[in-house]
């Protein structure tokens, strides 16, 4: 039930089209729900996170939509660009706690 | 204003040997989190604290992985002794609340 769900393993996507990565999770307690981008040798930065309390958020090309009845979150990546070339990771808490558990994470390749 | 400070970037040592990695969080960041990151289990929280204080340790694999937080500023990790199963990119966060930011993280490679 502690399970953070992450599809696809890997993504190849063109230089302008919309990335989509998706993530399911089991547990109802959770209430807190970030992205994290990982490059090369680099740690994970936030990226963008959402609380269930709203079923979409944006920031510039990032967008997290939320579905709470189905439990699952995805992020949109618009106008993907070469330069978003990484591994993105989703990952569920609950506020309680603060302990995160992490999707296995998805590759992204945006060829230019 | 400086991230989470990790140090050393690279450690390769041989198996049997004593190794510590050390961490420096962000100043004012009340919660530091040690997780280890691997192709085969992808990222594994080991261990937290909050205020100095052990709250979690069900992640660290066995009695060889100890945590200390001496003080608000600094966090070590130490295995003893280490394993080539231990080679890993062994990363710290630390965070106010929900929001977590990690460190560089260090590559240990254990032959």
């Known amino acids: 039930q502690q399970q953070v769900k992450q599809s696809p393993q890997s993504l190849i996507v063109q230089k302008g089209g919309i990335s989509i990565i998706n993530c399911a999770y089991e547990?109802?307690?959770?209430?807190?729900f970030p992205w994290y981008q990982q490059f090369p040798g680099k740690g994970p930065a936030l990226l963008i996170a959402?609380?269930?309390?709203?079923s979409e958020k944006k920031e510039g090309r990032f967008t997290i939509s939320f579905n709470k009845s189905a439990k699952q979150f995805s992020l949109h990546i618009m106008d993907s660009q070469p330069g978003d070339s990484a591994t993105y990771f989703c990952?569920?808490?609950?506020?309680?706690?603060?302990?995160?558990?992490f999707g296995t994470g998805t590759r992204l390749k945006v060829l230019a | 204003d400086a991230g989470v400070i990790q140090s050393p970037r690279h450690e390769v040592t041989e198996m049997g040997q004593e190794v510590t990695l050390r961490c420096k969080p962000i100043s004012g960041h009340n919660s530091l989190f040690w997780y280890r990151q691997t192709m085969m289990r992808g990222l594994e929280l080991l261990i937290y604290?909050?205020?100095?204080?052990?709250?979690?340790d069900s992640g660290m694999p066995e009695d060889r992985f100890s945590a200390k937080m001496p003080n608000a500023s600094f966090s070590t990790l130490k295995i003893q002794p280490s394993e080539p199963r231990d080679s890993a990119v062994y990363f710290c966060?630390?965070?106010?609340?929900?929001?977590?930011?990690f460190g560089p993280g260090t590559r240990l490679t254990v032959t």
């Open positions: 990952a569920a808490t609950h506020s309680g706690t603060y302990k995160y558990i």
């Open positions: 604290f909050n205020n100095n204080v052990p709250i979690d």
């Open positions: 959402i609380r269930p309390d709203v």
């Open positions: 966060a630390s965070s106010t609340g929900l929001e977590q930011y």
């Open positions: 547990n109802t307690a959770f209430d807190y």
